[in-house]
């Protein structure tokens, strides 16, 4: 049974920092692409990081470029969001997305119960 638990989120004033993580189990890891998104009430979940699970390969949100950072690692099967130099606008809920992209894992498509952050003085 595939599971996705996220970790790390809180209270931060702006400027500050945050690491959230997502732990993953009955994945393989290198078979997806891995994301970090987040939702605001009353809009759509948009996606702020993503990796590939077989290269190192990552994208950002034009608006977080330079303040966050993905990584994985394939061996503790998780994978982390560092947020520096956080805004109010960055409050949301995060999630941890799971894609599949291989022959074997495509189509699939798995979500974490969220995280909350938020960014206030």
């Known amino acids: 049974q595939v599971q996705l638990v996220e970790s790390g989120g809180g209270l931060v004033q702006p400027g500050g920092s945050l690491r959230l993580s997502c732990a993953a189990s009955g994945f393989t890891f290198s078979y997806y692409t891995w994301s970090w998104y987040r939702q605001v009430p009353g809009k759509e979940r948009d996606m702020v990081a993503q990796i590939s699970g077989s290269d190192d390969t990552t994208n950002y949100k034009d608006s977080v470029k330079g303040r966050f950072t993905i990584s994985r690692d394939n061996a503790k099967n998780t994978v982390d969001l560092q947020m520096n130099s956080l805004k109010p606008e960055d409050t949301a809920i995060y999630y941890c997305?799971?894609?599949?992209?291989?022959?074997?894992?495509?189509?699939?498509?798995?979500w974490g119960q969220g995280t909350q952050v938020t960014v206030s003085s």
């Open positions: 997305n799971a894609k599949g992209f291989h022959i074997w894992t495509r189509g699939r498509d798995y």
